[in-house]
Every structure is written in structure tokens, then in C-alpha cells.
T-cell receptor
């Protein structure tokens, strides 16, 4: 079964540094998402991406965050100047279309630790 | 805005039936989803309700009452591997799901 893959599985960075989290969505999917989950808490929506542009974003997704689809397969989340509170599990997800017949397929996540 | 409420933890015995409730508040509504997450891993889609009533998928069923802003996930013939976190997720203002805080299900032998 096709799956969403994320790299790296764990990223440790120092406060103020830039990080790029990478995702390869399922190949025939058109909608891409980033969510994050602070340890033990709920899964929070960050941003959705369709047709090479952001379609929705949450209040969390401020100017320090950006997303890009640099080629036909990768989907990246960049955090420009990391803060301690950015430490979380970041999940990429994709869906075939938008709507009730198209559930989100999540990757295994990247655990980001900011020190 | 949107809000979801679900119990933080539910315990049950192997072979039993358990129900995880979810209440929500929203101005718009597209549907209510359920996802399973094992040990902080990838959330996995279980079920989706857009209309009132029961959706059945094997041992799992999900129910929705839009007039009561309420839904539940029913797990039958519980197995040890069902121990996980279960999230209800609301598609309110758009199809993009907003997740609740999750219910930790602990299945005892």
C-alpha cells in the first residue's frame, strides 16, 4: 500500500537555527498538509497546500514557517528561526482530493527537538 | 471557532465493547472523522460521518447526531492491539479536520 514518507525521523537543532522537514506524499494525491503534535497533546493543523500554493493555514503558521513543493514528489516545511516551543512531532499528510471520501494519510512524523 | 471534547482516558477488558464519545461546537459542518494513533506514530483514518446515523467498518462503528453535535466511536470485540489514542476530528469551516485532544484507550486482558 502506498504511504507518506517523512525524513528525518528525528531532528535535533539549536534555538535560532533553520530546519527543513521533508515529506514525500502519496504519488496520486493532490492535497498536502502539515500538522504538529506537542508531546502528549492534540494534533494541530498547520497548513494545507494545493496546486502549488497554500490553501489554508492556522494561526500557528506564522512568518517563521514556509512550505514548498520543490519538485514533483517532495513537500517541505521550513522553520526559519526555531524556538524551544517548536519542539514537537511534525506530521505530513496527503489526500487524494478534498472532501468526505478522501481521508488524510499521515506519515510517521519527524520528531523535532530544539535545544 | 471550533471546539471538540472527548474523554482523556477509557479502560476496558479484552473482548468487551467500548464507546468513545465526542461532542463539538462549530458554526459550519462538513463531517466528523475518527483517527487511531499508536504510541505517537502516524494517525490512521478509521471512519467518517457526514450524515446522521451509524457507519460500520468491521469491528469499528461511528455514529453522528448533528442536531446534538455529538458523535461516538464504538469498538467491538476489543483486542489488546486496540490500545491506542483515538481522536475525533471535526471538518467544520472546511474539509480540513481539526483534531480533538484524543482519548487514550487501555485494553486489559
Amino acid at each position: 500500500e502506498p504511504e507518506v514518507t517523512q525524513t528525518p525521523s528525528h531532528q535535533v537543532t539549536q534555538m535560532g537555527q533553520e530546519v527543513i522537514l521533508r515529506c514525500v506524499p502519496i504519488s496520486n494525491h493532490l492535497y498536502f498538509y502539515w500538522y504538529r503534535q506537542i508531546l502528549g497533546q492534540k494534533v494541530e493543523f498547520l497548513v494545507s497546500f494545493y496546486n502549488n500554493e497554500i490553501s489554508e493555514k492556522s494561526e500557528i503558521f506564522d512568518d517563521q514557517f514556509s512550505v514548498e513543493r520543490p519538485d514533483g514528489s517532495n513537500f517541505t516545511l521550513k522553520i526559519r528561526s526555531t524556538k524551544l516551543e517548536d519542539s514537537a512531532m511534525y506530521f505530513c499528510a496527503s489526500s487524494e482530493s478534498e472532501g468526505d471520501t478522501s481521508p488524510l494519510h499521515f506519515g510517521n512524523g519527524t520528531r523535532l527537538t530544539v535545544t | 471557532g471550533q471546539s471538540l471534547e472527548q474523554p482523556s482516558e477509557v479502560t476496558a477488558v479484552e473482548g468487551a465493547i467500548v464507546q468513545i464519545n465526542c461532542t463539538y461546537q462549530t458554526s459550519g459542518f462538513y463531517g466528523l472523522s475518527w483517527y487511531q494513533q499508536h504510541d505517537g506514530g502516524a494517525p490512521t483514518f478509521l471512519s467518517y460521518n457526514a450524515l446522521d446515523g451509524l457507519e460500520e467498518t468491521g469491528r469499528f462503528s461511528s455514529f453522528l447526531s448533528r442536531s446534538d453535535s455529538y458523535g461516538y466511536l464504538l469498538l467491538q470485540e476489543l483486542q489488546m492491539k486496540d490500545s491506542a489514542s483515538y481522536f475525533c476530528a471535526l471538518s467544520g469551516g472546511s474539509y480540513i479536520p481539526t483534531f480533538g485532544r484524543g482519548t487514550s484507550l487501555i485494553v486489559h486482558p
